[in-house]
Nanobody, 114 residues
């Protein structure tokens, strides 16, 4: 099983980034997919999640700015991040869950700074 995340980088406050995570080795359509983030010194936290049926939920801190979506044909989950703030700076991790199975991807770093 592999979850390959991409799309991180350096962006100015107010800017946008789009993260993608492509899964292999799983029946992607069966899995709830999530994006988590972890800033230095902080615990990992949920950013956004999308169920196998397409239902979504978001952390309060990103509601209205971030959008999670999935493309089952491409085994991909995306996170569109708009109006980025310095406090969004973190390593972002892709997660796949179909209990009891859970998998994590490697992090992709997002830095929001002027």
């Amino acid at each position: 099983v592999q979850l390959q995340a991409s799309g991180g980088g350096l962006v100015q406050p107010g800017g946008s980034l789009r993260l993608s995570c492509t899964a292999s080795g799983i029946r992607f359509s069966n899995y709830a997919m999530g994006w988590y983030r972890q800033a230095p010194g902080n615990p990992r936290e949920l950013v956004a999640r999308i169920t196998s049926g397409g239902g979504t939920n978001y952390a309060d801190s990103v509601k209205g700015r971030f959008t999670i979506s999935r493309d089952n044909a491409k085994n991909t989950v995306n996170l569109q991040m708009n109006s980025l703030k310095p406090e969004d700076t973190a390593a972002y991790y892709c997660n796949a869950v179909d209990m009891p199975r859970m998998y994590w991807g490697q992090g992709t770093l997002v830095t929001v700074s002027s």
